[in-house]
């Protein structure tokens, strides 16, 4: 029989050559997705590498190729979850101007994600906790990034005397603990509601509360026509 | 403000041998390691009278988990109902939490973290429930707000959760707790909200309540 010269033969559907390093990083990010679902439905302390495997369709083998054990995967779905969230973040913060809007951004963007990605944030901001000492350092990293952001409102304030030096640090953890808690819950889709409390802890140490509810007001306004 | 009464706690938690050494084994070899035989045998009793008295660690630590929780808000409620007027009674709970603390290190480490790597969502969800029950004497200033409807209903969560996450990261990291300094940093997230930032202020500077006699069970 003629063969067809090879420029015309139909490729098999799907079957694209992919090079060993492709197919590596598809793998890897398939084993953190899964463990992301695993550690959020199951709490992480029970969770096991069997669990992960059989949610990612592989071997036990396989995920060793990848993660040293399973504190390496769970570091790994935290630095995949907060750096997508910290991109989300930029660029939502990047289009507003001055310290007020921009952090309402952040917030609101924050917000939406967590309701529109209830697991990543479980892990994010409740399971990383049961990690141990350097998944607890590495989540600490994140809130010493919310602190320094918050500390843009001394720049904006004309309160006198400004906050005091613990104001930022009992924002940012008592977000994260508010946030934790609705999430625990299973109310991670509702947080949006609460937007307008949490941004009016968050600006009105730095603007006073009848400037903060006014700069508020206008951000939500914007929303409303975007 | 009352917590809920949880399953199997214990009048005296530190008079139950097996609660003392299960904190202790946790706190020298972590959740995971921690083994009932090492406790049976660190609370000076056989493996069969563990058994007789729990179906494994994770009842015993659910029960030791309760027994703290019930002595820990003992002595916060009794401080908090012993002084009139707020804030000065949430002032009086803060220390007397700070106090139970800084006396009963390991047992608090064992509530704040050690509790955590835990298999059973109830213990979280108990854990969880205690901070909010320490958030309900804060919202107890809202009587006291000039306009009550005005005070974010998040702000006693955020004042307390800004404790519980500074807490529940200097236990992880094995840090000194210093929680008597956290106290007026604590009041002033506190009061803030319902009395506004000169009553808040104070509380920055005031000094702090004599201290009442110790808390019961020496220094675990």
């Known amino acids: ?68 054990n399973k504190e390496d995967c769970l570091l790994a779905a935290y630095d995949l979850v907060v750096g997508e969230a910290r991109e989300r973040v930029a660029a939502a913060t ?80 008592g977000l994260a603990w508010l946030l934790a808690q609705r999430i625990l819950r299973g109310e991670a889709k509702d947080v949006s509601e609460l937007f307008g409390q949490m941004a009016e802890v968050v600006l009105e140490p730095y603007l006073g509360g009848a400037r903060a509810r006014r700069e508020i007001a206008a951000f939500e306004k914007d929303l409303v026509s975007a | 403000v009352r917590l809920a009464e949880g399953p199997g706690g214990r009048a005296d938690p530190f008079a139950e041998p097996l609660y003392v050494a299960l904190i202790d084994v946790i706190a020298e070899r972590g959740y995971e390691a921690t083994d009932v035989d090492s406790v049976a045998r660190r609370a000076g009793l056989t493996r069969d009278e563990f058994d007789a008295r729990f179906s494994g660690k994770e009842e015993c630590v659910q029960k030791a988990f309760e027994a703290f929780i019930e002595d820990f808000l003992r002595h916060v409620q009794r401080a908090y109902d012993g002084k009139p007027g707020w804030p000065g009674a949430l002032r009086a709970a803060a220390y007397a939490a700070a106090d139970w603390m800084n006396d009963h290190p390991r047992t608090a480490r064992f509530g704040g973290v050690g509790v955590l790597a835990a298999r059973s969502e109830m213990i979280r969800v108990r854990r969880e429930e205690v901070f909010q029950y320490c958030a309900t004497l804060i919202d107890a200033g809202r009587a006291e707000a000039a306009d009550p409807s005005a005070v974010p209903q998040a702000a006693p969560i955020m004042a307390i959760g800004a404790i519980a996450q500074i807490l529940t990261q200097r236990m992880q990291k094995g840090e000194e707790l210093e929680t008597e300094r956290m106290v007026p940093a604590m009041m002033y997230q506190a009061v803030r909200p319902y009395l506004g930032e000169e009553a808040a202020r104070q509380e920055l500077t005031m000094a702090r309540p004599d201290r009442p006699g110790s808390s019961s069970g020496g220094s675990r």
């Open chain 1, 1 to 68: 029989m003629a063969r067809l010269p090879q420029h015309l033969a139909k490729a098999p559907v799907g079957r694209e050559r992919l090079s060993r390093e492709e197919l590596d990083r598809h793998q890897r990010r398939r084993i953190i997705e899964a463990a992301t679902g695993v550690f959020a439905k199951r709490g992480y302390p029970p969770s096991t590498v069997d669990n992960i495997a059989d949610a990612a369709k592989i071997a036990v083998g396989s995920f060793y190729v990848h993660f040293a």
């Open chain 1, 94 to 173: 990047a289009a507003q101007s001055g310290w007020p809007r921009q952090a309402l951004a952040a917030l609101h963007e924050l917000l939406v994600l967590i309701a529109a990605e209830p697991l990543q944030a479980r892990l994010a901001l409740v399971e990383i906790q049961t990690g141990g000492p350097v998944a607890l350092a590495r989540y600490g990293e994140t809130l010493d990034l919310v602190i320094g952001s918050l500390a843009g409102g001394r720049e904006v304030t004309d309160l006198d005397p400004p906050p005091p030096e613990t104001q930022e640090a009992a924002t940012a953890n």
